[in-house]
């Protein structure tokens, strides 16, 4: 005859324990699909904070976000995008000419309003930080009236830190006008961080 064999205690703690880890990794990851936003599969670029309805990320942490950090940055949630997310809300293309530049350049990537509406972030004012901290204050009423741009690529190459990159927002005038040396002051280079206020 064979006899009973009844578990441990201890195992049965250790069980437990592991099923509600899994069951809040799933709960976790369900709530973040439920907020509308695909989790971002390869390097994060760009994230999207302050009034977003669609995140995909939790609550900022001290450590894990370290540069966050330094830059004073926290939210409760997010939206982040990789490069692939941010391809797939359709590349448009804005050819630029200023005096001041080399040349003229023609920027690649999604309308600065489509990556918006992604975070569910619309008509609402915007702050775009750039790496060495500086911010470009964008009214919700600037935003509707300029064909802006987040740049992903210039002439063709992608953008990349220490050109430029990871983004670089730029507008076309709506009236058709060349841009002004005060145009160029509002696009912020080495953009990686949008606040929704």
């Known amino acids: 005859m064979y006899g009973t064999c009844r578990p441990k205690p201890l195992v049965l703690s250790a069980l437990l324990g592991a099923f509600v880890f899994i069951a809040s990794l799933l709960v976790s990851n369900q709530a973040l699909q439920a907020a509308g936003l695909e989790k971002a599969s390869g390097q994060v670029i760009l994230t999207i904070a302050g009034s977003v309805s669609k995140t995909n990320r939790p609550a900022f942490s001290e450590f894990e976000d370290g540069f966050l950090n330094y830059q004073e940055k926290s939210f409760e949630a997010a939206a982040e995008f990789d490069l692939a997310m941010l391809e797939s809300l359709g590349m448009h293309k804005v050819k630029i000419s200023l005096d001041a530049w080399s040349s003229d350049f023609t920027f690649e990537g999604p309308w600065l309003k489509d990556v918006l509406a ?3 972030a619309e008509g609402r004012d915007i702050a775009i930080v750039a ?4 911010a470009s204050e964008i009214s919700a009423e ?9 740049g992903v690529k210039r002439d063709g190459r992608y953008l990349s830190i220490g050109q430029r990159g990871p983004l670089w ?11 002004t040396a005060e145009d160029e002051q509002r696009w912020p280079w080495a953009s990686f961080f949008i606040e929704v206020r």
């Open 118 to 120: 992604a975070a569910g």
């Open 169 to 179: 927002v730029v507008y076309r005038r709506p009236d058709g006008k060349a841009p």
């Open 131 to 134: 790496l060495d901290g500086f």
């Open 142 to 150: 600037d935003i509707a009236a300029f064909d802006w741009l987040v």
